[in-house]
């Protein structure tokens, strides 16, 4: 009853924010990412019936508080499905830094989702797989997939998952991560959403781009898709600064990004600049501009990591579990 799995963490494009159930993490609309790879989580877990509690750890330090939490609630909905009642230990490890707006709690909630679904015996299809994931975090629906995908938002947690859209983007396209290490929580800033001025603005803004960002990824529209989320990182950071507690993520370096990608893209370069919530930038971009854009990010004193699109969460042999 040992499974172990390895997910890619995601770059929101049309992001969500806010949830309308918390304990079933239902999203308020429906939103769009892509994986980068090859960054990832591989996560180990194993039901015992000699455990006597769960024991949930990433990067070797054992899970407290809402974080234990957030995984006991995947747990427990694998355990609902398969009637098993054991104990879970869960070993986990980030190939990437987490907690600077990366998306390590999607990767890490799909590998988790994944990898307790096939020790149970449960053989979900990935589609099925999101929905478990999701019970972690809305994003890690999208992290099981893979690719570009879309999670649909639903009242009803059956239909509340994630499916793949086909892309036209060839291997040309190139993930740029300028690393701005600011320490970020977004659970709160998730529960306070609906209480922003501009939360229903942004939940009709960003609905009424979904199709024209799946129209856009389809085609490997590289302008459409991608200028579409550089807007929506920017409508994202309004309705999080407008809530009660303020929240504001960017950083000096952060509006440094941006003016530099600005620059570069007038000179002529595609490129564009996206956020989650966090500090850290992705910069959208093709290959042979890679050398140039990382090089003028690095003239600002931060560092940069060059990425590209991952696939959907994968399980991996016994020769690579954790314990």
Not at 108 to 132: P, Y
Not at 262 to 289: C, H, P, Q, W
């Amino acid at each position: 009853m040992k499974a172990t799995a390895r997910a890619h963490p995601i770059q929101g494009l049309i992001k969500y924010h806010g949830i309308q159930d918390s304990i079933l993490r239902l999203p308020y609309h429906d939103s769009i990412s892509v994986c980068t790879a090859p960054s990832s989580t591989t996560t180990t877990v194993e039901f015992d019936q000699n455990l006597k509690s769960d024991v949930y750890s990433i990067n070797g330090k054992i899970l407290q508080g809402r974080s234990a939490e957030r995984v006991k609630s995947v747990v427990d909905r694998v355990r609902e499905l398969s009637n098993i009642s054991h104990h879970v230990k869960l070993e986990s490890t980030n190939s990437f830094p987490s907690n600077i707006g990366l998306g390590s709690s999607a990767s890490g909630f799909a590998a988790a989702a994944l990898a307790l679904s096939e020790a149970a015996d449960l053989n979900l299809s990935l589609e099925e797989v999101s929905t478990i994931a999701r019970r972690g975090s809305s994003s890690a629906a999208r992290s099981v997939t893979g690719g570009f995908s879309i999670l649909h938002s639903s009242e009803e947690d059956s239909t509340c998952k994630s499916t793949q859209i086909e892309d036209g983007f060839s291997d040309d396209l190139r993930i740029i991560v300028a690393i701005v290490p600011a320490h970020k929580e977004t659970d709160s800033a998730h529960s306070e959403a609906a209480d922003s001025h501009m939360f229903q603005a942004r939940v009709k803004y960003a609905q009424s781009q979904i199709f024209a960002a799946m129209d856009a990824i389809e085609i490997g529209d590289f302008d459409g898709t991608f200028s579409l989320a550089e807007l929506d990182s920017i409508s994202l950071a309004a309705t999080t600064m407008t809530g009660p507690t303020g929240w504001i993520y960017w950083k000096p370096e952060t509006l440094m990004i941006f003016e530099t990608i600005r620059t570069l893209r007038e000179s002529g370069i595609d490129a564009y600049f996206s956020t989650d919530t966090g500090a850290t930038v992705y910069i959208n971009t093709r290959e042979k501009y890679t050398s140039q854009i990382s090089d003028s990010i690095s003239d600002l004193g931060i560092e940069t990591q060059t990425w590209q699109v991952g696939g959907p969460a994968i399980l991996l042999d016994s020769n690579e579990d954790l314990f």
